[in-house]
Nanobody, 116 residues
């Protein structure tokens, strides 16, 4: 069983930045594909950013150039989502996912609120 825990959410003004963290234990993240999803109020959960075991990344169009997903090379259990130029449309609960064939683990989410 892999436990996935997000942190770093909070309240930020439009144009601000925030960094989310996701820790997957007890396994190192290198054995799993990792991804961030978000769910805005009244909307379905959507893919936001992905980091694959080979090191490649991809992003949903609305966050390209503003969000960056990365690994912590010193702490193999942790990934980040660096978010910049935030707008109220980015307000959502952000979820971290660790998955590979036959396994799929989700965290409980962390709330990001962007004020106008």
């Amino acid at each position: 069983q892999v436990q996935v825990v997000e942190s770093g959410g909070g309240y930020v003004q439009t144009g601000g930045s925030l960094r989310l963290s996701c820790t997957a234990s007890p396994t190192g993240i290198y054995t799993y594909n990792m991804a961030w999803y978000r769910q805005a109020p009244g909307k379905q959960r959507e893919f936001t950013a992905g980091l694959f075991t080979g090191g490649s990344t991809n992003y949903t169009n609305s966050v390209k150039g503003r969000f960056t997903i990365s690994r912590d090379n010193e702490h193999e259990h942790t990934i980040y989502l660096q978010m910049a130029s935030l707008s109220p449309e980015d307000t959502a609960v952000y979820y971290c996912r660790a998955y590979r064939a036959g396994f799929d683990f989700w965290g409980r989410g962390t709330l990001v609120t962007v004020s106008s």
